[in-house]
């Protein structure tokens, strides 16, 4: 994943298959569709990113690859920071657990400001790196800023009542970690593939589990998110 367009393409369409089966299975349940419809919308993403990965590559027009740039990162950096701790807040119980989720949503509303604030100022571009995308945006103090990120999207994961929300949270938070030291400016490109393949296998996960329930200890007994 993020390694070539074909690599997006092949991904993202796999992956969007399977945020559409885990969505024909909500089964009426409203509070489960932000976080069903995820795979979807990341195997989306990966596929706009393809033209991102085209269009410096001479394949579409220039103006094609800037609009799916534009997407790419406010999906990744607006969007997704406020939109993961919402949906797990909506799955959440009263109780502490929904109230942590209400934080880290604000906290994702928060930086997700301020890379708003970052892309519009610009410049705004994407560059060809060793198998991955740089996406290089007008950013002060970047690694506050995705330590903020992490926070708010991982932060949101581990601190569910729902043992495999958390477990992917954590996943995740590993993955970010080793990204991160890895490479800052091609962080938005490999994290959101990994989160999407992650996402993908959450699903299946959720798709076929049928545990009596799913909850941690400290929040109100409540039955697994989905079943069959």
């Not at 027009?61 to 406020?82: C, E, K, M, N, S």
């Not at 996943?171 to 989160?195: P, R």
Request: aromatic fraction near 10%; glycine fraction near 10%; charge should be positive.
């Amino acid at each position: 994943m993020c390694f070539s367009a074909t690599a997006d393409i092949v991904g993202g369409v796999g992956i969007a298959a399977i945020g559409v089966d885990v969505l024909r299975h909500v089964n009426g349940r409203r509070d489960h569709v932000a976080l069903a419809a995820l795979p979807l919308l990341l195997g989306l993403h990966q596929i706009d990113e393809a033209f991102v990965w085209w269009g410096l590559q001479g394949h579409v027009d220039a103006t094609v690859g800037h609009v799916a740039t534009w997407i790419y990162l406010v999906f990744a950096f607006v969007v997704l920071p406020v939109y993961l701790p919402a949906a797990v807040w909506l799955l959440e119980p009263k109780g502490l657990c929904r109230r942590a989720m209400a934080a880290f949503a604000a906290l994702g509303a928060v930086v997700s400001a301020l890379l708003l604030v970052g892309i519009v100022r610009g410049p705004t571009t994407a560059e060809l790196s060793s198998h991955h995308l740089n996406y290089v945006t007008n950013l002060h103090a970047g690694r506050v800023i995705v330590v903020a990120y992490v926070l708010a999207t991982c932060g949101s994961l581990l601190f569910s009542g729902f043992r495999n929300i958390a477990l992917f949270g954590i996943v995740n938070l590993v993955a970010v970690a080793v990204l991160a030291e890895l490479t800052i400016d091609g962080f938005a490109s490999l994290w959101c593939g990994w989160a999407a393949i992650c996402s993908g296998a959450f699903a299946l996960h959720l798709r076929s589990a049928t545990p009596p329930s799913d909850r941690w200890h400290f929040g109100t007994r409540r039955p697994s998110v989905f079943h069959r």
